[in-house]
């Protein structure tokens, strides 16, 4: 089939607007691209894979363009570049698609999947995992859903330079295809792992840094806490005492002992 860009940008904007399969069909394809994924992937070796590649990613893209879009995703690209990144450091978003216009004028879209949440989850004691409104019993489920979802980002932006997760079309895309029922997801944060260590944000705790022990209350979490310890050269803080700011990643931080 020979097709223009626009033709074929026209003919995704027309098969994702009037796709219908049942929900059986759905789940059926769903588990098929599992199944792909656990066979040909180079590095996820089981459901809660412990090693994940970019080139994973770039998998379940061919796999779900051709399962769910007929292959009009890579047609409707007529050639730009599409990347694929796993990124650590993302700590609430699951995952993120962007277009980015290079000086050149050259556009070209990146899909990114928030991986360092994915690992924090699943484990055996851990709670119910729903990405999307599903339910999610292991880590490779997960992140299709996440993808999933990235995946109705790329399609709207493809078709119209837009997308928007909280947009009724949006909602109406990610439902009729794969089943969603909320643009969310609800996976174990760094926030939530730091609060079952016993620590969240107004926890007292020490640290060392440089040799000493310091302690302190906890002003802010990511991957790293915000650590304020008094100090009078600090900064002046709302409460009228001045502290000092110290960054120190979660898994060096001891709740202090109440006196
Ligand atoms: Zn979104």
Redesign the pocket.
């Known amino acids: 089939m020979n097709m223009t860009p626009t033709s074929a940008r026209d003919a995704l904007a027309d098969a994702v607007l009037s796709f219908q399969l049942s929900g059986d069909a759905i789940q059926q394809r769903v588990r098929q691209i599992h199944h792909t994924v656990l066979t040909h992937s180079r590095y996820i070796r089981a459901a809660n894979y412990t090693v994940i590649h970019p080139e994973d990613l770039e998998m379940l893209f061919a796999a779900y363009d051709e399962g769910f879009f007929a292959g009009l995703c890579r047609r409707a690209l007529d050639g730009r570049k599409l990347r694929f990144r796993l990124s650590p450091r993302m700590t609430k978003?699951?995952?993120?698609?962007a277009r980015f216009v290079t000086a050149a004028g050259e556009t070209f879209y990146e899909i990114t999947v928030a991986s360092s949440m994915l690992f924090e989850g699943f484990g055996t004691m851990d709670r119910r995992i729903t990405v999307c409104g599903l339910e999610c019993e292991n880590r490779l489920e997960a992140l299709q859903r996440i993808f999933e979802?990235?995946m109705?980002?790329f399609v709207e932006q493809l078709c119209w330079q837009s997308?928007?997760?909280?947009a009724p079309r949006?909602q109406d895309i990610a439902r009729r295809h794969f089943l969603h029922r909320a643009?969310t997801h609800k996976l174990i944060t760094r926030c939530e792992r730091a609060a079952e260590s016993g620590i969240r944000v107004g926890s007292r705790v020490t640290f060392l840094f440089e040799g000493r022990q310091f302690t302190g209350r906890v002003n802010r979490l990511t991957k790293r806490a915000t650590v304020l310890v008094e100090d009078p050269e600090g900064e002046r803080f709302s409460d009228g005492h001045r502290y000092r700011k110290y960054y120190v990643p979660i898994v060096h931080l001891q709740p202090a002992v109440v006196a």
């Open positions: 978003a699951g995952g993120a698609t979802h990235e109705v980002h997308s928007n997760c909280a949006f643009p």
